[in-house]
């Protein structure tokens, strides 16, 4: 059984920084690529962050400089660390799991599975 269960969610003030992890389970984590998708109250889902299994990071320009994906192959686990954060970035933040070499970061039938999220709350 496929599970990805993130944590580190929780209320930061705004300026502040955050550090989420996901943790899987039940596929081939180190050949798999994994991305942060988040959605706001109100609005669609919106890619954050993705990696490769080589290690390789993929963000929208709109995320350069303030969020950094990264993951551990031996211990199963991909993190996002936020820093600067806004009002503007509260929402649940979800990890999810595509095809190794997938570019498609985007597209959200693309991926094959997600977590359950967890809620970033930013205040002003």
């Known amino acids: 059984e496929v599970q990805l269960v993130e944590s580190g969610g929780g209320l930061v003030q705004a300026g502040g920084s955050l550090r989420l992890s996901c943790a899987a389970s039940?596929?081939?984590?180190?050949?798999?690529?994994m991305s942060w998708v988040r959605q706001a109250p109100g609005k669609k889902h919106e890619w954050v962050a993705g990696?490769?299994?080589?290690?390789?990071?993929y963000y929208p320009d709109s995320m350069k400089g303030r969020f950094t994906i990264y993951r551990d192959n031996t211990k199963n686990t991909v993190t996002l660390e936020m820093k600067s954060l806004e009002p503007e970035d509260t929402a649940v933040y979800y990890c999810a799991v595509m095809g190794e070499d997938n570019p498609n970061w985007r597209l959200l039938y693309e991926y094959d599975y997600w977590g359950q999220g967890t809620q970033v709350t930013v205040s002003s």
């Open positions: 039940g596929f081939t984590f180190s050949r798999s690529a």
């Open positions: 990696i490769y299994s080589d290690g390789s990071t």
